[in-house]
């Protein structure tokens, strides 16, 4: 079992930047892929970006260039630091876990969830 918690969300104008947290507990955590997912009212759960072994990492379009994610195995933690925030990133944001690389823009390929953190940029 992996539980995973995420902190950091907030609200903040459009231009600025939030890093969000990922602690994982639980199995061995350098072993996993760790995604970011998010969500907006009344749409579907999105894939943002996702990190894998060694330095490996994959963005979704709407975010390359601006977002990062990073981790840090000696403190089992996940990162996304957000720059220059859209509106349109408005979401819940969700950091996952699972087995491999393969699929890893799929929800369904992700074994574990954290609870969601709520991330509100403004006009």
């Known amino acids: 079992q992996v539980q995973l918690v995420e902190s950091g969300g907030g609200l903040v104008q459009a231009g600025g930047s939030l890093r969000l947290s990922c602690a994982a507990s639980?199995?061995?955590?350098?072993?996993?892929?760790m995604g970011w997912f998010r969500q907006a009212p009344g749409k579907e759960r999105e894939f943002v970006a996702a990190?894998?072994?060694?330095?490996?990492?994959y963005y979704a379009n709407s975010v390359k260039g601006r977002f990062t994610v990073s981790r840090d195995n000696a403190k089992n933690t996940v990162y996304l630091q957000m720059n220059s925030l859209k509106p349109e990133d408005t979401a819940v944001y969700y950091c996952a876990a699972g087995p491999s690389r393969v699929g890893i823009t799929w929800s369904s390929r992700y074994d574990y969830w954290g609870q969601g953190t709520q991330v509100t940029v403004s006009s």
């Open positions: 990190s894998w072994s060694g330095d490996s990492t």
């Open positions: 639980g199995r061995t955590f350098s072993i996993y892929t």
